[in-house]
């Protein structure tokens, strides 16, 4: 097995310095012994590579459906739904960017509620 040591000596990188790199946090020490190391290298992209299929495979698993969050923005679910999701939405960027957009206002969308319900009540009256 391979000796997992700083990269200032013969070793090489440790796990946590390769999570940290893959993750985008290098330090000019790693970043050389990344440079020069073979090995180090190799490990560093099976670890990208396989952050990025656990992304692609577990992508928002835990999170509440799009109609879950249609019926938080309204309102619609009970006090502890409500409660769990706003919790959630602390933690998920993906979730709190979903209920952003879904609490935008859009003036065309607007408009054409209106006029879809001018056209209900006009209808009838005619009737």
Do not use: K
């Not at 928002?60 to 249609?70: A, E, F, G, H, K």
Request: charged residues 25%; aromatic residues 4%; hydrophobic residues 35%.
């Amino acid at each position: 097995m391979e000796n997992d040591q700083r990269s200032d000596g013969a070793g090489h990188l440790s796990g946590l310095e390769l999570v940290a790199a893959v993750d985008g946090e290098l330090d000019e020490a790693t970043a050389q012994h990344l440079h020069h190391c073979d090995l180090c290298r190799q490990r560093l992209v099976t670890l990208r590579n396989l952050q990025q299929a656990l992304r692609r495979r577990l992508y928002r698993v835990l999170c509440p459906s799009t109609d879950q969050l249609i019926d938080y923005c309204q309102g619609l679910l009970t006090p502890a739904q409500q409660a769990t999701i706003a919790h959630h939405l602390t933690s998920c960027p993906y979730c709190r960017s979903e209920v952003d957009l879904l609490m935008q206002r859009d003036p065309l969308i607007d408009r054409l509620l209106l006029s879809s319900l001018l056209d209900g009540r006009v209808l009838r009256f005619l009737r």
